[in-house]
């Protein structure tokens, strides 16, 4: 059974093949192809055997700079950047500090690509490390320019932070990997300075900033932070008297006008006698009262007591009377 059945299907598979060979003969019952088909045949086997044959190519790279070139090209990142380091620490404003910091990243990714791809073998792992260093650089001055005004507000302290950065860090190591493989990279790159601590200057609690003369007097409790309180008459951001007032403690100031003031309250760590300001961790309110001094003393209480009746309103570092 199993062979008829196999020979059945053979025939019938013979039987199709016949059928089809019948079906595309078209009008030509002889079955050869005719003039058309055998040029199309042949035509077709000629064009593809007068294809071209594959070829391949590679391109050779540049030979390696030579060490003055490569020197000529870190001096240039330095004379860029160098610059920067130093508008960064001298920035008198947040505005300021802000735009130092910007230059510095864009200027840091320009660099970047100042770097040639072919530099001296001996520093090739090196060079590699100093490129990703600086993008490094440039993202860390991102991150700090969105802190300022807050945890950086002053120009020492925003340039104090970013040296001690991982970008920075990364550019230092980088540098004497460079002066290690060819010490005639040495004193080449300087822009970034050593790593510098935060400093913690502080005043005597009491000490007057301006000096003023009245018949005035404000009494002053501060809270967990240092604090500067200015006085200002109402609607001006003249400062006409302020005093220093450290954490957790109660001052007097006196002396004060007969009139009528707002009062400004800074407050944030490590006090810039030169700058006349905070130089971190800087917040700035108002008082929503106002104090007249023309026949009554006050006392401000900078935390919250029972039965208060102050209210502190934030205001913009950029809109704060200097102290």
Not at 55 to 66: E, V
Not at 166 to 190: E, K
Request: hydrophobic content about 40%; aromatic content about 4%.
């Amino acid at each position: 059974m199993r062979r008829s059945t196999g020979w059945g299907i053979a025939a019938l598979l013979a039987a199709a093949g016949l059928a089809a060979g019948c079906s595309g003969s078209g009008s030509s019952s002889k079955g050869s192809p005719t003039q058309t088909d055998q040029a199309s045949t042949t035509g077709a086997a000629a064009s593809t055997s007068a294809l071209p044959a594959p070829t391949t190519s590679t391109s050779t790279p540049p030979p390696p700079l030579s060490a003055d070139d490569f020197k000529k090209q870190l001096q240039a990142v330095n004379a860029a950047l160098a610059p920067d380091f130093t508008a960064v620490g001298k920035a008198k404003t947040t505005s300021d500090i802000s735009a130092a910091l910007g230059k510095l990243s864009t200027d840091a990714a320009a660099q970047v690509s100042q770097i040639s791809d072919n530099p001296p073998t001996n520093v090739v792992a090196a060079a590699t490390e100093l490129t990703a260093a600086l993008k490094t650089l440039g993202s860390a001055a991102d991150d700090e320019k969105a802190t300022a005004g807050s945890k950086v507000c002053a120009g020492v302290s925003a340039a104090a932070a970013l040296s001690r950065s991982d970008g920075a860090n990364q550019v230092r190591t980088a540098v004497q990997h460079l002066v290690a493989a060819d010490p005639a990279y040495t004193n080449v790159l300087t822009f970034v300075p050593a790593a510098v601590q935060d400093q913690n200057r502080r005043l005597t609690s009491g000490t007057v900033l301006r000096r003023a003369s009245g018949p005035g007097k404000l009494t002053i409790h501060t809270a967990d932070e240092d604090a500067v309180i200015t006085l200002t008459k109402v609607g001006s951001k003249t400062p006409v008297t302020s005093v220093y007032v450290r954490a957790s403690s109660t001052t007097e100031l006196n002396n004060v006008p007969g009139a009528t003031f707002d009062a400004y309250i800074a407050y944030g760590s490590d006090w810039d006698s030169t700058a006349h300001a905070f130089t971190r961790d800087c917040t700035f309110s108002k008082a929503d009262s106002t104090f007249d001094f023309s026949s009554n003393d006050w006392e401000l209480t900078l935390y919250k007591v029972a039965n208060g009746n102050l209210t502190e309103v934030p205001v913009d570092p950029n809109q704060a009377p200097p102290p």
